[in-house]
């Protein structure tokens, strides 16, 4: 089993940035990657970024892609969400995730573990 629990979420301005991190716990050893996505109400969650375990490939939505940046320190087993540039679409639910299995990263069923999730909200 793998525990996840995110942290730094918040209200910011449009234009802001904030940090999300999510620490990961048992059996991190085996994961192929770790994930964010974001849920608004009535929305199914999307894929936001995720990084694999091995060799620290890095995917992004294009939606975030040249604002938002996925890291990971794996001597502490937290991977960051560093998000810049911030706008009220950005609002959401943020949730951290992590897989065992290898595929498509994108794919929100393919995880096995979720954390309890973070709200950002971007106001305008």
């Known amino acids: 089993q793998v525990q996840l629990v995110e942290s730094g979420g918040g209200l910011v301005q449009a234009g802001g940035s904030l940090r999300l991190s999510c620490a990961a716990s048992?059996?991190?050893?085996?994961?192929?990657?770790m994930g964010w996505f974001r849920q608004v109400p009535g929305k199914e969650n999307d894929f936001v970024a995720a990084?694999?375990?091995?060799?620290?490939?890095?995917y992004y939505a294009d939606s975030v892609k040249g604002r938002f940046t996925i890291s990971r320190d794996s001597a502490t087993n937290i991977v960051y969400l560093e998000m810049n540039s911030l706008q009220p679409e950005d609002t959401a639910v943020y949730f951290c995730?992590?897989?065992?299995?290898?595929?498509?990263?994108?794919?929100?069923?393919?995880?096995?573990?979720w954390g309890q999730g973070t709200q950002v909200t971007v106001s305008s």
């Open positions: 048992g059996r991190t050893s085996n994961l192929y990657a």
């Open positions: 995730a992590a897989r065992l299995g290898s595929g498509n990263v994108r794919l929100s069923p393919a995880y096995e573990f």
């Open positions: 990084i694999t375990s091995n060799r620290n490939w890095k």
